[in-house]
C-alpha cells in the first residue's frame, strides 16, 4: 500500500489544513481534497498514511447520506465523475482525486467546535482526573476514566488554528453565538451523536466522543459541515474490548501514537515538530486501522472505485 501525492490543481487553492486543502470552485462552491497526511500531538508527519483520505471522504459522505433526514449538511458529491462532469478541468488529476474529493456549499462556518462526550476520556479526563471538572464546571465525583455519561455531555470547545482546542461552557458558547443558535447546534450535535452512537454499536463500535462542526448557507440555513464521525474527528472503541477504569484500544492513529510516545520515553524525540521518521510497520498498521474503522463502520471495505 503507498500513498497518493496530492496534484497542484487549476483551482483557487483557498487554504491548506492538517489533512485537508480547499479549493475554490466559484461563490457557492468549494472542493474539500483529503489528503493522506498525518498529526500526532499537533505535529504532522513527514510521512503519509496509505488510503487516509479517501476513509476520511468517504465515511464522512456516508453519514452524510445517512443523516440527510435528520440534518442540512453540505455536501454536494463525492463521487469523482460527478466532480469532474461539473469541472472538466480536473479530469487529468481524476486518479489523484478520486475518493478523496467532496464537492460542497459554501457556508459561513461558526468558530466552535461542537463537541459530544458519551464517555470521559482524552481532555475531558485530564481535566476531571485533576480538578474534577468539565470547561471549569463540576462533574460528579468517583467517576472512571472512560466511564460512561448517561446522557451524553455537549461539551462545545474554541477553534484553534494551531495547537489544542479549548474546552468552554455553554454560556461562553451563547455568548458568542447568542443562545438561539447556540442551543440549535447543541441539539443538531447530540442528535447526530445519538444517530451515530446507535448504529456504530451495531457494529460493535463505541464512539466515546466527537466533534461536528456547522455553518450557515447563502439563505441562513444551519448545515453539518467538515468531516463526519471519522477516525479523525472521533474517538472509536472496539466493544468487545471496552472496560472503564482504563485508557481504551481505539480505531485510529493509537499504533502511531505508541511509537511517538516510546520515542519521547526514550528521549529520541522532544515532541516537537519535526516528527520522528515512522517505520513501515507503523505506517502501514496505522493505515489499516482506518480501514478497519470504515470497513466496520459501513459494512464494507473500501473499493477501487472510492479511492484505492
Not at 480505531?251 to 516510546?262: E, M, S, T, V
Not at 520515542?263 to 510497520?281: C, D, F, K, T, V
Not at 507503523?282 to 464494507?300: E, H, M, N, P
Request: hydrophobic share 35%; aromatic share 6%.
Amino acid at each position: 500500500m503507498t500513498a497518493i501525492e496530492l496534484p497542484t490543481l487549476p483551482l483557487e487553492h483557498v487554504r491548506s489544513g492538517k489533512v485537508r486543502e480547499v479549493y475554490a470552485v466559484d461563490r457557492d462552491r468549494l472542493l474539500l481534497v483529503a489528503s493522506d497526511r498525518v498529526s500526532a500531538f499537533d505535529v504532522v508527519m513527514s510521512e503519509r498514511i496509505p488510503h487516509k483520505g479517501a476513509v476520511l471522504t468517504q465515511m464522512t459522505a456516508w453519514w452524510l447520506r445517512h443523516l440527510e433526514g435528520d440534518v442540512r449538511h453540505h455536501m454536494l458529491s463525492a463521487d469523482i465523475d460527478e466532480i469532474v462532469g461539473e469541472l472538466p478541468a480536473l479530469a487529468p488529476h481524476r486518479d489523484s482525486l478520486a475518493g478523496r474529493s467532496m464537492l460542497c456549499m459554501r457556508t459561513e462556518v461558526f468558530p466552535i467546535e461542537c463537541v459530544v462526550r458519551g464517555y470521559l476520556a482524552g481532555s475531558a479526563w485530564k481535566e476531571y482526573s485533576t480538578h474534577g471538572t468539565l470547561a471549569g464546571e463540576s462533574l460528579p465525583p468517583g467517576l472512571r476514566q472512560s466511564e460512561r455519561f448517561d446522557p451524553p455531555l455537549f461539551s462545545p470547545a474554541t477553534k484553534a488554528e494551531h495547537g489544542h482546542d479549548e474546552n468552554i461552557t455553554m454560556a461562553q458558547m451563547s455568548t458568542t453565538l447568542g443562545p438561539d443558535v447556540a442551543r440549535e447546534l447543541e441539539r443538531l450535535s447530540c442528535l447526530i451523536y445519538d444517530r451515530g452512537r446507535d448504529l456504530a454499536s451495531a457494529r460493535g463500535i463505541i464512539v466515546a466522543d466527537t466533534k461536528f462542526e456547522f455553518g450557515t448557507d447563502r439563505a441562513g440555513e444551519v448545515r453539518l459541515i467538515d468531516e463526519v464521525l471519522t477516525p479523525d474527528s472521533s474517538r472509536f472503541w472496539p466493544a468487545e474490548h471496552y472496560q472503564p477504569g482504563r485508557t481504551q484500544p481505539s480505531f485510529d492513529k493509537q499504533p502511531l501514537r505508541d511509537y511517538l510516545d516510546a520515542e519521547r520515553r526514550a528521549g529520541r524525540w522532544n515532541g516537537e515538530a519535526p516528527g520522528p521518521r515512522l517505520p513501515e510497520e507503523v505506517v502501514q498498521a496505522t493505515s489499516a486501522r482506518y480501514l478497519d474503522a470504515f470497513r466496520r463502520i459501513t459494512g464494507s471495505p473500501l473499493t477501487i472505485a472510492e479511492g484505492l
